[in-house]
Structures are given as C-alpha cells and as structure tokens.
C-alpha cells in the first residue's frame, strides 16, 4: 500500500505549477494590451485557466487526509484570480466607454464645424463676400498664455477626477465580486474530511 503524499509536498507541487502558467498568460497579453478585443480574449484565457488550476487542485486536496484545509486554499486562489480579471474587465469596459464617448463628441464638433464652414465655402464659390457672423471663425489674436495655463489646470483636474471615478468603480467592483462569493461559500460549505481508517483496517491488508 502506497503512502499518501504530505499535504504540504502536494501543495507546493500545485503552488509551483500555477507560477510556471501565470507569467507565461502574462507575458502573452503585454504586447497587446491596447487591444480591447485582444484583452478580453486574454481575460477569458485566463479565466479559463483559473477554472482548470481550481479543478486540477480540488482533484489533487481528494488524495490528502486534510482535505478540507487543502480545498478552503484551492478556494481563495481561484477566488484571488477571479478578483484580479474582474477588476481588468471592468478598467477595460470603463476606457471603451470612454473611448465611444470621445468618438462621439469629436463626430460632433466636426459636424459642427462643417456647418459653420458651408455658407462661408458657398459664397466663396459665387464670388460673394462671406457672411458676417457673431463669433469669428478664426481668433484675431493667439490666446493668452493665462488662459492656456487655465485651460491645461481644468483638462488636468478633469483627468484626475475620471481617474479616481475609474478607481472607486473598480473598488466597488471588487467588493461587490467578495459579497457574491462569500455568500456563495456560506450556501455551499466546504465538505467535511474523509475519516482515518481504523489501525485494525490496516494491519488486516
């Protein structure tokens, strides 16, 4: 009869497999990490992953006697991994929303500039003077260095308070990720341990 791996020696295995597979998805999603569509298939990569290292150790806690502590230990590290791409998807989500919204203001201004441009581009065509408008279409003079300085303050300020938004929504997130997995622990405890055969049991074989 074989004798049953330490918990601590199979738990070390694992520990040493999931550091050889999390760099190698990580160096694999730098170079495309601009990619909104290259991200997302690097976050359901890893998902997966996550799901096949939670199942592979649950697989491996079945062969210990401290099952229990082996399988509450393969639950956090899934737990932890599944946390971390939450937290990326939403960044991701956050900057193409941000990134449509742009699109959209900047599809505007250009409309807009283009009706301002049409009755000057038509009366150029029939030799006519241009009409007046209220607001000229170009500045007599270069801003002043003042209110370039203001305008860069309020483009940073506004930068700063997207970026802490980004940053309490993921917060958020994160908590929201925790609440729904501690009460899906609290539905589903973990199984007790597997009983130790009788001295008896073992000298009959």
Avoid: K
Wanted: proline share 8%; glycine share 2%.
């Amino acid at each position: 009869m074989s004798t049953p791996a330490s918990p601590e020696r199979v738990w070390r295995a694992l520990l040493g497999a999931f550091a050889l597979c999390t760099p190698l998805l990580a160096a694999a999603a730098e170079p495309a990490a601009a990619d909104p569509a290259v991200e997302r298939e690097r976050i359901a990569a890893e998902r997966a992953a996550a799901q096949v290292r939670y199942r592979q150790a649950m697989d491996a806690c079945t062969a210990l006697i401290a099952i229990t502590a082996c399988q509450d230990r393969a639950r956090a590290d899934r737990r932890q991994a599944l946390e971390r791409l939450d937290a990326d998807q939403a960044a991701l989500d956050e900057r193409q929303r941000r990134e449509r919204a742009d699109a959209r203001r900047a599809a505007i201004e250009q409309r807009r500039a283009a009706r301002d441009l049409a009755p000057a581009a038509s009366a150029a065509e029939r030799g006519a003077p241009a009409p007046t408008s209220s607001t000229p279409l170009f500045p007599a003079r270069p801003e002043p260095a003042a209110d370039r300085a203001s305008a860069a303050a309020r483009h940073e300020a506004d930068a700063l308070a997207r970026y802490r938004e980004r940053q309490q929504r993921a917060q958020a997130h994160q908590l929201e990720v925790q609440r729904r997995n501690a009460e899906q622990d609290a539905r589903h405890p973990p199984a007790a341990g597997l009983p130790v055969p009788a001295a008896s049991a073992g000298a009959s074989r």
